[in-house]
Each structure stands twice: as C-alpha cells, then as structure tokens.
C-alpha cells in the first residue's frame, strides 16, 4: 500500500512517500510553505524521485500550518499527532519530542503507548525558532546550514543577552563591529536558541527518550546546547525535518488498515 504525507509549513514543503506504513520510498523538500508554489514544486520532485505518478498512492494526508488550504488530500491532521507518530516509528520508545520549525517551537510530550499526552508551544516570539537562526544567518551572510560547524569553532561563546529577535540582531551586529569572532557569535546565537527552548520544554516536563525534529534539529550546536541545558541525551536522524510528513502517510496507512 502507497500513502502520501505532505508537510505544509511556514516557510518549508516537505513530502514523504511510505510504502505499508514502515518503508519510506522517496522524500522531498522545497522552501516555501503556505500560499507559495513549495507544496507543488515539492510534489512535483517527488514524483520525479519516486518514479511513480500520483494514481499509485492510495491515501494522501495533509499536515502543517497550512494543511486547511490543501485541496489535494483524502484528509488532514494535526501537526502534533503527525510529528509524534513520525518520531515514535523512528524512535521507537519515544517519550519527548522538540520541534522547532520555522516558525514555532513545540514539546510534544508521550505516553508509554504512544499517545499524545501534553504539549507546550511557542508560537508568539522568533526567538527560539529558526526564524530567529534566519535572521542571524541573514546578518552574517551565511546559509543556516553552515551555522552548525561555524559554531563548532568557536572558543568562547558570545553573549546574547537580548530575548527579543529584534534586540538580538542589533546585539549581534554591535558585537561584530566590535570584533567577536565569527564562531563564537554563531555559537552565542545557537545557545540562544537552546536556552529559550530548554525553558519551554521545563515547562513541559521532559522524559527520555527525547528527540528533535524540524529543520533547526540539523543543528549540531543547538542540539548539544539544549542537551547540556536539559541535562539529557537527545537523539537525532537526518530526517528530522520530515516527521510530520512521516507521521501523515503513516496515519494514511493506518486508516486504510484499520
Ligand atoms: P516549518 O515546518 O515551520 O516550515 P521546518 O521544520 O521545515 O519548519 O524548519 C524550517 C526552519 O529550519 C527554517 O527556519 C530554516 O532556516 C531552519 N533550518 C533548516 N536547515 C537548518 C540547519 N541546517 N540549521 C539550522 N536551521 C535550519
């Protein structure tokens, strides 16, 4: 059985092609999320992937920020129920999830079987989400992609003091101009957005076995900053930005199965 999961977020598209609920055939991913071409022009590279045409699947679910305005799927769920079942099949066991996207930071928190049995979200301020890395990368004309072995550099941490994104970048830039290292400033940025996400994922209580997902999960110099803070292991698989489109064709299996 072929299902689609489609992940429409706030600033990315993501597609995951699953065969019987377990075995991921292809995935895809475009920048640009809801009310942009990233949904069809992530599909469309799928397709192109896959070598199959869309007649083959058959169950296709919609999650994400977007999810209300998809017209092309059997249904939609919520992006919490997608990323929880996304991470558990890859960890299985999984307690806590922390997802920090584009926009907003989760902490999805686990019963033993599974089940979603509480979250906490950040979803007011781009400190502690990648909106805050975007900028900062924007302002040190780097890609967020490079921020990870900048950081890996660095010898001594930059400060940041501001909470607010706003502040911070005015911070940053101050700092530059006065000659902070580039990888400690990165590396400040990164602890950053660690702490303000340590301080929600408290407030959700966290239970190994913890993991991240969402595209800052790609970033080693968070990761192990939110893993000092928590003082707690934190896995981490290369399809961590995926699991809510995971999650949604596994739930397409599921109803077709039950
Ligand atoms: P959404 O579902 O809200 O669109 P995603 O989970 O797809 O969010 O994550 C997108 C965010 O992840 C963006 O802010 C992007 O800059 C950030 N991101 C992507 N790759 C990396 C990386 N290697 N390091 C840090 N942040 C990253």
């Known amino acids: 059985m072929i299902t689609l999961g489609i992940d429409i977020g706030s600033t990315t598209s993501k597609c995951v092609l699953m065969k019987d609920g377990q075995e991921i055939i292809a ?3 475009r920048v640009g999320g809801l009310g942009t071409e ?5 599909l469309a590279e799928l397709w192109e992937k896959a070598g199959i045409t869309a007649d ?3 169950r296709t679910i919609v999650t994400g ?3 209300n305005k998809y017209e092309g799927a059997d249904g939609e769920v919520s992006e919490l129920t997608c990323h929880a079942l996304g991470g558990r099949l890859i960890f299985p066991g999984l307690r806590t999830l922390i997802d920090i996207g584009g926009q907003d930071a989760k902490i999805i928190s686990l019963s033993e079987s599974g089940r979603m049995s509480n979250f906490v979200m950040n979803d007011k301020c781009a400190a502690g989400t990648g909106r805050f890395l975007d900028v900062m990368a924007n302002i040190l004309r780097m890609d967020v992609d490079e ?3 900048c950081a890996s550099k660095s010898v001594k941490p930059a400060s940041i003091s501001s909470t607010c994104t706003v502040f911070a970048e005015s911070e940053v830039i ?6 902070v290292e580039r990888p400690d400033l990165v590396a400040g940025i990164c602890e950053s957005v660690a702490s303000r ?3 929600l994922a408290r407030r959700a209580g966290v239970v190994p076995k913890v993991c991240m997902s969402g595209g800052v999960a790609k970033n ?3 990761r192990r900053a939110l893993a000092k803070s928590l003082g707690t292991d934190i896995d981490f698989d290369p399809m961590a930005q995926y699991f809510g489109a995971i999650g949604a064709a596994l739930y397409a299996y599921r109803q077709l199965t039950k």
């Open 147 to 149: 921020l990870d072995e």
């Open 174 to 179: 101050s700092q530059l101009a006065n000659g």
């Open 27 to 29: 995935s895809s991913l």
């Open 220 to 222: 080693g110099a968070v």
């Open 197 to 199: 996400v340590s301080a």
């Open 38 to 42: 990233g949904p069809a022009e992530a």
């Open 65 to 67: 920020y977007g999810r």
């Open 56 to 58: 083959k699947v058959d």
